[in-house]
C-alpha cells in the first residue's frame, strides 16, 4: 500500500505561480509512474501531467503545455507540479495519483493509489 500526499495549494491571483508537492510512504517511489489530475466543481477528474519512474519522460494536457511543469525526486519520495501563469480555469482540486504500469495513461482506472487532493483557487 502507498499512501500519497499532496500539499502546496492556495488561493493565487490570475498570472500567479503555486508548486505542488506530493510526498509518497513509500521508498521504493521510483517503481511508480507519477501522475497529477484535477477535477473543478460539477466536472469529471482530468488528466494534467504525468512523469516516468526515471523522469525521463513527461507528460502534459494541452491546456497547460508551457505553463506548467512535472518533476519528481525519487530520494525524496516526491513529485512536484510547478504552475505558472495561472488562470482561473485552473481552478480545481489537484490529485496526485501512482501508477505501477509500464506505459503512460491519460485514465484514472489506471492508476493503484491516490492521495486525497489539495485545492487550487485562481482569482481574477
Known amino acids: 500500500q502507498v499512501q500519497l500526499i499532496e500539499s502546496g495549494g492556495g488561493l493565487v491571483q490570475a498570472g500567479g505561480s503555486l508548486r505542488l508537492s506530493c510526498v509518497a510512504s513509500?521508498?521504493?517511489?521510483?517503481?511508480?509512474?507519477v501522475a497529477w489530475f484535477r477535477q473543478a466543481p460539477g466536472k469529471e477528474r482530468e488528466f494534467v501531467s504525468a512523469?516516468?519512474?526515471?523522469?525521463?519522460?513527461?507528460y502534459y494536457t494541452d491546456s497547460v503545455k508551457g505553463r506548467f511543469t512535472i518533476s519528481r525526486d525519487n530520494a525524496k519520495n516526491t513529485a512536484y507540479l510547478q504552475m505558472n501563469s495561472l488562470k482561473p480555469e485552473d481552478t480545481a482540486d489537484y490529485y496526485c495519483?501512482?501508477?505501477?504500469?509500464?506505459?503512460?495513461?491519460?485514465?484514472?482506472?489506471?492508476?493503484?493509489?491516490w492521495g486525497q487532493g489539495t485545492q487550487v483557487t485562481v482569482s481574477s
Open positions: 512523469i516516468s519512474r526515471g523522469g525521463v519522460s513527461t
Open positions: 495519483a501512482a501508477s505501477s504500469r509500464y506505459i503512460n495513461s491519460y485514465y484514472t482506472a489506471d492508476y493503484d493509489y
Open positions: 513509500t521508498r521504493t517511489s521510483s517503481r511508480y509512474r
